[in-house]
């Protein structure tokens, strides 16, 4: 019996994993600037979370496209201390059982503390995958595929697991990878994407790693 590719998880960091004690750059801006915060953060996966570094000259420009004063942008913010909610360790754990398991996260070189996220994750998480890293946004297919290239992954082997529901499911259906929506509760934005591209649906991380286990077992078997 021929052996299937090792499966590849690829994995949101903010909302999935956890959450940042306190506001990063990328919310400071969406307070300061007088757009709606949809259309700022829109803005800002384009503009600013796909920088490695922040210059002269991107901040003057995320500046006039969010009509924020450059003063008020702020220069020197340490990345907020993260906090992995309750059973995500644990939930961890069992998908690095049966999966190589990497991040990928839109975020600003700023709030890109990933030193920090591999002191809480090395023991499950193989690597992070930062759009400012990337150069490239959720739901971008480019983000996916720069990981999955990467890596060497077979996208008939990978799984993206998230809870935004445009970011993480529509920009991984429209990559062509399975995709685990973390609903949290919330109703299902599209019935469609269930039904016709088989996304999977779990109210936490703990219920996607069981999904993540049978897709395994059932590869294999």
Known sequence: MTTPPPLLVTVDVGGTLGTADGPGLAMRLTEASP??????????????????????????EVCEALEVPPDAFPRDLPPAPFRLFPGTAEALRRISAVASVVTLSNVTCVDADTEGLRELLSGWVSDFFPSCRIGHTKPDPRAFHAVIDHLGASPSRVIHVGDDWTCDIVGAVESGIKAIWISRGR???????????GVLVATDLAAAATHIEHFAARSVA
């Not at 109703?187 to 591209?197: A, G, S, T």
Request: aromatic residues 0%; glycine residues 2%; charged residues 25%.
């Open 35 to 60: 757009l709606a915060p949809a259309k700022a953060r829109a803005i800002m996966r384009a503009g600013l979370h796909t920088q490695p570094e922040l210059t002269d000259s991107v901040v003057a």
């Open 187 to 197: 109703q299902v934005p599209d019935e469609r994407l269930i039904v016709d591209h």
